[in-house]
């Protein structure tokens, strides 16, 4: 099964290869057998009128398979939607916050959209996912024994941080991976030289390079080491579009938001344009510096980006 994971880096997508890889554990699944502490009573998710919130109205899952689940989450989801579920490195909703998690009971209406994917104006693209449906729905089991222990709509569930050992990967095979893969862009020597000294542990550098939230400079470039001191990945570059009108006249920035009706930007002098959308015209063209790390978000496997990892942490 592909890993776009990580902590919660591409990707998409893009964590915590958990099998065995993360930095920051979830949360840990409530017990089972009624509402978790905190979840009863004014306040715990209630609504006007004692009314609760229907994630307060599901019973709980087999402990096994939540923890099935949890495993899971953390190869296919954590990298967009974050190790508490409030949205990771890739932009992904907060599951807390989504009104589809909160209607669903035992899945039906998360494994549509995990297998589907789903494309939302001015969101990240969730790419389809090739999941069965009882891993859908063990995913679907961890996601509400999680959203079953927050203090309120919305809030973080508790739960521990958990120091998980990354580095299993062979370097040799990551070294070999990036060169058919990444060479292109990305050199060692350039504007990944020193890019393990920019971050504090190892679950923050796949975040990054999973997320494309590395390098910078190009293969000429040094990217700016000082910046990413701390294990801050670095802000990519925004995505940008041209937009041609129907008497030739021609704008381009930063692209704000698109759709089928509108595409927005805003442009260098920070004024933001909108325009009309009919079919093709205006002409619209689109550039994602990030667009090769998301194409790659499904096609990398957990020996891939375990390897690549292994690799990277090498590169002081």
Known sequence: MRNVVLAAAAAVLTTAVYSGVAAQGPPAAPPQGGAPAGAQGRGAGQGRGGQTFPNRQRELADPAVIQRGNTLFGINCRLCHGADLRGGDMGGVNLLRSALVLSDKEGEMIIPVVKEGRQRPGMPPMPPLPLPDDDIKAIAAYIHSVAATMA????????PTVELNIVVGDPAAGQKYFAANC?????????????????????????????????????????????????????????????????????????????DFI??????????????????????????PLEAHKKMLVKYTDKDIHDVTAYLVTLK
């Open 152 to 159: 309120g709509q919305g809030g973080p569930p508790p739960g």
């Open 183 to 259: 060479a292109s862009c990305h050199s060692p020597t350039g504007d990944l030289e020193g890019l393990a000294s920019r971050f504090t542990s190892p679950m923050l550098l796949q975040n990054a390079w999973v997320a494309g939230a590395v390098g910078g400079g190009g293969r000429g470039g040094r990217g700016g080491r000082g910046g990413d001191t701390g294990g801050a990945p670095r802000v990519p570059k925004p995505v940008t579009v041209v937009v041609t009108t129907a008497d030739g006249q021609r704008y381009e920035g930063r692209l704000d938001r698109i759709d």
């Open 263 to 288: 595409v927005t930007l805003t442009q260098a002098d920070g004024i933001p344009k909108t325009f009309r959308r009919n079919g093709n015209v205006p002409a619209v063209q689109i550039t994602d």
